[in-house]
């Protein structure tokens, strides 16, 4: 995952602005999950006390947050404790069972599968505060119809195009590859393999073109247990992985790593790639004047790449759920703190009008345009059993070591019998 360091200025300055806002809201009276009655918001004067875990980060930009919260609830104390980002999630898996860890931590939406598994996280009532958030971003923290975290900041894949060789990204993949092939480089599109290992992350919305999600979602985002990824669809991207890898076209490869693919991109010898905004400042230091756009269509259908979600979640184990809640919906959730959240660490922001307002950069509009298209990584149990398997189905297919219908059918035999 990329580093950002923290923008000392423009921390200060939301920090600046924050101070005069009052951040005090009125909640929603409706509610969007059935534990909204056990973390309504108190009613005012509250006291006890909150234990808040993030990283050096994004630290600043909660800690306006607190302040502000601590003018309206002065009895309530608020305790913000730096941590490894890495260090997180084991952390509060470890400690929620014991009555120990925080009240609130930072995290990442996939996380989610295993909180719920252990009964370590606690449904966030946004009420009608979930309406100001991309859908995509509560859809990832939804599970079994409730919202178990607040969204703040979304990241996806998405095209990177060296403007100096390709003057705009076609609609499909057929059109894109001859476009690249016109600008006479090397390849005409490189794309991170992971070596042999396999890399259905980078892949995922070139498969979803082709209607063959890895679950199937409910209607409210959320996804049940069943595999997506079979039937015709399935074997139609399979295939579609075969004619492009090593015995095939040759614009696949398992000699792509993540290293690889950037420097070939960065050294100018593909017009394409795709790539997350983790690698745009790489490419800058080299020199490449780069665009971002949403993936072609490889199958005739959206590409929908993955989106991850940061956001927070509240403990179950926390004695003060209604402050927590009350401190995350009408504090944390705001315009001006989640900006805040971006200055300080930029990623697209999940609330609506946060993202449209930071879209003036044409790179960041182009990596929001993506995630629009784009479906929630799944955070139910089950996904860990998915990659070992389907990244080692793909890659035995690009390599051409299997063929794309032996290969593809034994992993969703595999699948099966792992999942249950």
């Given at each position: 995952m ?6 000392t200025?423009?921390v200060?300055?939301?920090l600046?602005?924050?101070a005069?806002?009052?951040?005090n809201?009125?909640?929603a009276?409706?509610?969007?999950s ?10 005012g004067?509250?006291t006890?006390?909150?234990t808040?875990?993030?990283d050096?980060?994004?630290k600043?930009a909660?800690?306006?947050a607190?302040d ?10 608020v305790?913000l404790?730096?941590?490894?980002f890495e ?7 470890a400690q929620?069972p014991?009555g120990e860890g ?16 252990n ?7 946004l009420?009608d ?5 991309e859908s995509v971003?509560t859809?990832a923290f939804t ?9 703040y900041a979304l990241?996806t ?9 390709a003057?705009?990204?076609p ?7 001859a ?5 006479k480089t090397?390849?005409p ?7 042999t290992?396999?890399d259905a992350?980078t892949?995922?919305?070139?498969q979803?073109?082709?209607g063959a999600p890895?679950f ?10 069943e595999i997506?990824?079979?039937g015709?669809a399935?074997l139609?991207f399979a295939?579609f ?7 095939g076209s040759?614009h696949f490869?398992?000699d ?11 050294d100018g010898n593909?017009?394409y790639?795709i790539?997350g905004?983790?690698?745009i400042?790489?490419f800058?230091?080299a020199?490449i004047?780069?665009?971002v756009d949403p993936?072609p269509?490889?199958?005739g259908?959206t ?6 979600v ?11 759920k209604?402050?927590a809640n009350d401190?995350l919906?009408n504090y944390?959730?705001?315009?001006d703190?989640i900006?805040?959240?971006y200055d300080a660490d930029?990623r697209l922001?999940?609330m609506?009008?946060v993202?449209?307002?930071?879209a003036s950069?044409p790179?960041v509009a ?5 995630s629009k298209?784009?479906?929630p ?6 996904m860990g059993?998915?990659?070992?398997h389907?990244n080692?189905?793909e890659?035995s297919i690009?390599?051409?070591a299997?063929?794309?219908?032996a290969?593809?059918?034994?992993m969703l ?7 249950g």
């Amino acid at each position: 995952m990329r580093k950002t360091l923290i923008r000392t200025a423009a921390v200060a300055a939301a920090l600046t602005f924050l101070a005069a806002c009052s951040g005090n809201e009125t909640p929603a009276a409706e509610t969007t999950s059935p534990a909204a009655a056990e973390t309504t918001e108190p009613a005012g004067g509250a006291t006890g006390a909150l234990t808040i875990w993030v990283d050096e980060n994004r630290k600043p930009a909660v800690q306006a947050a607190v302040d502000i919260y601590n003018k309206t609830n002065p009895g309530v104390t608020v305790e913000l404790v730096q941590k490894n980002f890495e260090d997180i999630r084991a952390d509060f898996l470890a400690q929620v069972p014991t009555g120990e860890g925080p009240d609130i931590t930072i995290g990442a939406h996939d996380w989610l599968g295993s909180f719920i598994v252990n009964g370590v996280a606690e449904p966030v009532d946004l009420g009608d505060k979930v309406s100001e958030f991309e859908s995509v971003a509560t859809q990832a923290f939804t599970y079994d119809g409730q919202i178990y975290g607040l969204p703040y900041a979304l990241e996806t894949v998405a095209i990177v195009r060296n403007t100096a060789l390709a003057d705009s990204t076609p609609a499909t993949w057929d059109e894109l590859i001859a476009k690249g092939t016109e600008a006479k480089t090397k390849y005409p599109f490189v794309i991170n393999t992971n070596g042999t290992t396999g890399d259905a992350y980078t892949y995922y919305g070139l498969q979803t073109s082709f209607g063959a999600p890895v679950f199937v979602q409910n209607a409210d985002g959320s996804y049940t247990n069943e595999i997506g990824m079979g039937g015709d669809a399935g074997l139609a991207f399979a295939t579609f992985l075969g004619e492009n890898g090593m015995k095939g076209s040759g614009h696949f490869s398992t000699d792509w790593t993540y290293d690889v693919a950037n420097q070939e991109f960065a050294d100018g010898n593909a017009p394409y790639t795709i790539a997350g905004p983790w690698a745009i400042q790489t490419f800058k230091d080299a020199g490449i004047d780069v665009a971002v756009d949403p993936i072609p269509s490889a199958g005739g259908e959206t590409a929908a790449p993955f989106v991850g979600v940061q956001g927070f979640y509240l403990s179950a184990q926390s004695e003060n759920k209604l402050v927590a809640n009350d401190f995350l919906v009408n504090y944390v959730a705001t315009a001006d703190v989640i900006k805040a959240l971006y200055d300080a660490d930029p990623r697209l922001p999940a609330m609506t009008v946060v993202a449209d307002q930071v879209a003036s950069d044409p790179i960041v509009a182009g990596y929001l345009a993506a995630s629009k298209n784009g479906a929630p990584m799944p955070s139910i149990p089950e996904m860990g059993d998915v990659w070992e398997h389907w990244n080692a189905a793909e890659s035995s297919i690009i390599s051409g070591a299997a063929t794309p219908e032996a290969a593809w059918t034994k992993m969703l035999t595999d699948l099966e019998a792992a999942i249950g």
